[in-house]
């Protein structure tokens, strides 16, 4: 168990954290996420339903991979592309609409499209993309018990959903994870 090895399970477990959640709210509110997509103006209305359950689809099959340590290579610069392709499409949306849009968490965001806040969401994108680029040059995945972080933020989002799903616990109000 080293710095390194420690350092890398932490991003990673980030990063599956963030795709996971992301995912399993998308698909569980995929009608809130279309209607964003809509309002966003950039993907055509017959293929948005099919694209968020493939963009759902490929988060959480990373989120899996970071979490396994499969192909570490692969996996990071597919994560790191997926996250260059969301700056992108924000950026996409900004011009667009004059606002920021998202409807990644199952919920539609609205904020005006000023610069600081475009550079912002950008920056943002690109710093996951980096970590994700930097998983790559870390080397493989510790073993035990260093990994379990990665099991725990792999299994976060899943709790999270059956949790909100299940009546009397507080979640038959909750809209998104």
């Known amino acids: 168990m080293s710095a390194v090895g420690i350092l890398r399970t932490l991003i990673a477990s980030y990063l599956i954290a963030t795709l ?53 290579v692969a996996t990071g610069f597919a994560a790191a592309a997926l996250f260059v392709l969301f700056a992108g499409y924000r950026l996409m949306v900004a011009v667009r609409t004059r606002s920021l849009m998202c409807s990644c968490a199952g919920t539609i965001r609205t904020d005006p499209a000023s610069l600081p806040a475009v550079v912002g969401a950008i920056l943002a994108c690109l710093i996951m993309a980096a970590l994700a680029c930097m998983l790559v040059f870390l080397g493989q995945p510790d073993g035990y018990p260093v990994n379990l972080l990665a099991i725990a933020a792999w299994t976060a989002p899943l709790a999270s959903l059956v949790m909100s799903a299940r009546p009397g616990l507080g979640g038959s109000n909750i809209d998104n994870l």
């Open 20 to 72: 996971g959640a992301t995912a399993l709210a998308k698909f569980k509110n995929r009608r809130v996420s279309s209607v964003g997509i809509l309002r966003e103006k950039v993907i055509p209305a017959r293929v948005a339903p099919a694209i968020i359950i493939t963009v759902a689809l490929a988060e959480f099959l990373l989120a899996t991979l970071l979490m396994l340590g499969a192909e570490p």
